[in-house]
């Protein structure tokens, strides 16, 4: 169940990659995250935008991401629907965050249900600023 699970978000997020690219009209740094742990680079000061699959629909949400200290979350994290109108169809979590000193920080986020104790995945990104 699990892998199905993991596949569909994974399809979803190349969906999105292909389709999707472009549909954030701001001049922040796009990072569509696709699995595993991953890093990338900017400058300090500048923001990184976050993006991954969700459907809420299932029960499942990300959780409230662990960030380390100096790296600051712009807002409240976003949701967009792939297909709007679309009744339990997936759609797209958003973050920003950004750092103001140089430096390596990390951004962490689970996939799951709140009642469970158990993820079925997990964000793991490590965001390196200039």
């Known amino acids: 169940m699990k892998k199905i699970i993991i596949l569909s978000l994974a399809s979803i997020v190349l969906f999105g990659c292909v389709f999707g690219a472009g549909c954030i009209s701001n001049d922040n740094i796009e990072f569509s ?20 699959e969700t459907n809420p629909s299932t029960g499942y949400s990300w959780t409230e991401p662990v960030v380390s200290e100096g790296l600051t979350i712009v807002g409240t994290g976003s949701y967009s629907d792939a297909e709007p109108g679309l009744v339990g169809a997936g759609g797209f979590c958003y973050w920003n965050v950004t750092a103001e000193k140089s430096g390596t920080y990390t951004f962490t986020t689970e996939y799951k249900r709140p009642w469970e104790t158990e993820s079925i995945s997990t964000i793991k990104v490590t965001l390196i600023f200039k």
Do not use: D, H, L, R
């Open 33 to 52: 995250y696709s699995g595993g742990e991953q890093s990338i680079s900017a400058k300090a000061g500048e923001i990184i935008t976050i993006t991954t």
